[in-house]
């Protein structure tokens, strides 16, 4: 994502934070985690030896031997194809993605914003999540599946390799809903930083 695609999605938040009292922050993660699972197949692979020398005649030396190769192998194999998370359940990168949402609200300052109506858009483009998280102020208000739907046109936009439209209309979509349930008071002022957070 270029300048001028943040700057769009960051024009998109003022334009809808102009309709409410809220405040919208976007949040791009390239990746939630690293994870970072090549100790665990490495412990893992120590365990080969084992069934070998309880089960066959052969020495010592060539069964240690043949737990270093498949030690390397399992090593490359993941360096290589193992990036980015590809043996990692979804419900995993989807807890680990949900958790960096929730820090990421609380480090933008949206707990601080005035009645409460801190509003945080975020995408984990590797973990193909997205997510709206509210504050106090607007829970409850709006039902969550209202935020689902504008959730799902984000990534169906994303998957079409669309990202910055889809953003856009998501934020133009959850400024209309604001609007409704958080409507712009007369002394409403810009709390925080329209600009998109790429992390």
């Not at 737990?67 to 680990?96: D, S, T």
């Not at 483009?125 to 599946?145: F, H, K, M, P, S």
Request: proline residues 4%; aromatic residues 6%; neutral net charge.
């Amino acid at each position: 994502m270029d300048e001028q695609d943040r700057n769009a999605i960051a024009d998109a938040v003022r334009k809808a934070e102009s309709l409410t009292a809220a405040e919208i922050v976007v949040v791009i993660d390239h990746a939630a985690s690293s994870y970072r699972t090549v100790p665990v197949v490495m412990a893992l692979s120590l365990l080969v030896p084992w069934p070998l020398l309880a089960m066959t005649a052969t020495s010592a030396p060539r069964i240690f031997l043949t737990q270093l190769v498949c030690a390397a192998l399992l090593l490359c194999f993941l360096l290589w194809y193992g990036r980015g998370g590809r043996f990692v359940p979804g419900f995993i990168k989807r807890r680990r993605a949900h958790d960096v949402a929730l820090r990421e609200f609380t480090a933008r300052g949206l707990t601080r914003t005035r009645g409460r109506t801190g509003v945080l858009f975020y995408v984990a483009i590797q973990e193909r999540y997205a997510e709206i998280l509210v504050d106090t102020g607007l829970d409850g208000r709006i039902d969550q599946t209202v935020w689902d739907g504008i959730i799902e046109s984000a990534l169906l936009a994303a998957r079409e390799n669309r990202l910055r439209d889809g953003l856009i209309d998501a934020v133009q979509a959850v400024g209309v809903v604001l609007a409704r349930h958080a409507p712009r008071m007369a002394d409403d002022i810009d709390e925080l930083p329209n600009k998109v957070v790429i992390l």
